[in-house]
């Protein structure tokens, strides 16, 4: 008897790079740009870690570093939501989103092949087109909570569309009915 097949996802990285302005919250977005996957909508920096020599934290701050020119101490790096998604073309992965409020430098477009545009926005008020998958990420930070599953479907669009809006947030041990 052959072993059933598991689960070998992709483990990426989402930065949260988070600060206080008088209107809200806001967060750091890029667009992405050229023939990359999702081209020309918003979405947090991340990345994919380089192999197994790297954990998370590692992964965050070189991506934060390539993608943004800031710089940020691991010491820094907070736990915010873990996402299981899948895409609508199938393909599952887990996401790390994970939060900085501290750094050094001033973020800017570091990878203009693969990004052309970056910006702060508010929480609250997350621009359009974005990402699914992104979108259910801070949706389920903004909510607290701390694991989600977000499984698209495979005629839902790539971009966040409120109508099919697939994010499903995990109630965490304490919380109510626990």
Known sequence: MSPPDRHTEPVDVHLILRRDAAAGPQVLLSRRAGTVYAAGLWHLPSGHLDGPHEDVVDALVRETAEETGVRVDPSDVRAAVTVHHRSPGGGARVGFFLQVRHWRGTPQVMEPAVCD???????DALPVPMVAYCRAGLDAYRSGARLAV????????IAYDPTRDRLRTVPAVGDADS
């Open 117 to 123: 545009a970056m910006d702060w926005y508010r929480l």
């Open 150 to 157: 977000h499984f698209q479907q495979p005629d839902d669009p």
